[in-house]
């Protein structure tokens, strides 16, 4: 085997090391390397280069450019006489003419399909496969190019970027920074890829979508809270509080518009064990903020990180009580349903039948669709399925009567005061014949 023979293999391989370091490169993310640079020189140096993109982007593209060029000067030359060898040793009896017109084109198609192969696709393909362990082979070869081509590079990169700017175009450098969007997909394709837990992916979407919720959607609504009034006697409030399991109460004066603090059970458990005289209820009374439900809970939580609280009332424009949210309740949009041993579990949905189901309406109506296999519309005039009921409804419902609430016909079990609580739901026939057909 001839030298040119070894040279023209010599080019291809070259032009395949580029491809393959400029594809590895892009593909590559920093921190795979970073987290085998401490130990590794090679990483080290893979990093550096990782880190210079453009720069060493403008040298793979040089070095494909020189091999490709030393490819097409030498090789076709090369192969063609190898073709002509191989005519000539076989018998075939031809001009010198009509063999160069044959032996030429066979010879391009040869170089064309050993360059386009070897020297661009199967690097590309090795390269995207293995990104981390074919940037750490090439990390070295590329930072001794880099360091012999450094001014050609640094000429062509700074010729290309005043291209740019003549067309209105800024050069930027290449970042590794990822918009929320990508991130939730990087998320979702490890997920479905087995990379990461399910529990893992909720709590990073959780993250996500955390500094987007506000008070409004996580608050407990006036209904539901648990309040003393402040003239309550002692013994009184202690069996109130024993009773709903709570450990913090609002405290109220003739109004829960009109709550001047709050009182921890704690307090009303240690004068139990060591009663004092003329110790009433609103002598362990302690202040407590009130916020706007339109607040981030974000906001809130640092607003509570700040106060040493777990605990704020939730009023609106009139200076009204809308309800109140708790530490808990933050932490719940982060982790999900937090109970202590005291805690009934009950489902916030319930199948009592076919196509028939017993719902807690006080519940977000996201949450509830979860649970349903048809959801109910969701809209943003309200958060709660009590909040949709009631916008159907137009007045104030009684219970046992019921209504259409497409794709649904409930019925209102239960009210919590002038809302609905419990209601059953009953597929309606028609929307089910739909769903089917969809399927």
Do not use: C
Not at 65 to 76: Q, R, V
Not at 143 to 150: A, E, Q, S, T
Not at 396 to 406: F, G, K, S, V
């Amino acid at each position: 085997m001839g030298p040119d023979i070894l040279l023209t293999i010599l080019l291809v391989l070259l032009n395949g090391f580029f491809v393959a370091a400029e594809f590895a490169i892009v593909k590559v993310r920093i921190s795979q390397i970073q987290v085998r640079s401490e130990n590794s020189f090679n990483a080290r140096i893979a990093e550096s280069v990782v880190a210079n993109l453009d720069g060493y982007l403008a040298a793979t593209q040089l070095g494909i450019t020189l091999a490709s060029l030393g490819l097409g000067w030498i090789g076709e030359g090369v192969v063609t006489r190898l073709i002509l060898a191989a005519m000539y040793g076989v018998g075939l009896e031809l001009s010198e003419t009509a063999a160069h017109s044959l032996a030429i084109p066979f010879a391009f198609v040869t170089i064309t399909v050993m360059h386009i192969v070897f020297g661009e696709l199967a690097p590309k393909s090795l390269a995207i496969r293995f990104p981390t362990k074919t940037t750490l082979a090439i990390s070295i070869p590329m930072k001794v190019f880099y360091f012999v081509f450094r001014p050609f590079i640094y000429v062509l990169n700074g010729f290309a970027n005043f291209i740019l700017r003549l067309i209105g175009i800024e050069p930027v450098p290449h970042s590794e920074i990822h918009t929320e969007e990508e991130l939730r997909l990087i998320i979702a394709e490890s997920a479905e890829g087995g990379a990461i837990l399910a529990s893992e992916r909720e709590l990073i979407q959780n993250v996500f979508d955390f500094d987007d919720r506000t008070v409004r959607q996580v608050l407990k609504p006036r209904n539901q809270i648990s309040a003393l009034e402040r003239d309550t006697p002692l013994q009184e409030a202690i069996d109130y509080a024993i009773a709903e399991g709570y450990s913090r109460y609002p405290v109220f004066d003739n109004s829960l518009d009109n709550i001047i603090g709050f009182v921890l059970v704690k307090d009303l458990l240690a004068h139990l064990r060591n009663p004092k005289e003329n110790v009433e209820l609103k002598d362990m009374i302690r202040s407590i903020n009130f916020i706007s439900s339109s607040k981030k809970i974000s906001q809130v939580l640092r607003l509570f990180q700040q106060n040493k609280t777990q605990m704020a009332i939730v009023v609106n424009e009139f200076g009204g009580t809308v309800g109140l949210i708790t530490l808990e309740d933050i932490l719940e949009e982060l982790v999900g349903e937090i109970q202590d041993e005291t805690d009934a579990e009950m489902p916030i949905v319930e199948k009592t039948g076919e196509d028939i189901f017993r719902i807690f309406a006080q519940n977000p109506l996201d949450e509830i669709n979860v649970g349903l296999p048809l959801p109910f519309p969701e809209s943003q005039n309200f958060i709660t399925l009590a909040g949709l009921i009631l916008e159907y409804a137009e007045t104030i419902p009684d219970e046992n009567q019921e209504l259409e609430i497409p794709p649904y016909r409930i019925k209102i079990l239960h009210m919590l005061q002038n809302s609905p609580d419990l209601i059953e739901a009953v597929l309606m026939p028609q929307a089910e014949s739909n769903q089917e057909e969809n399927e």
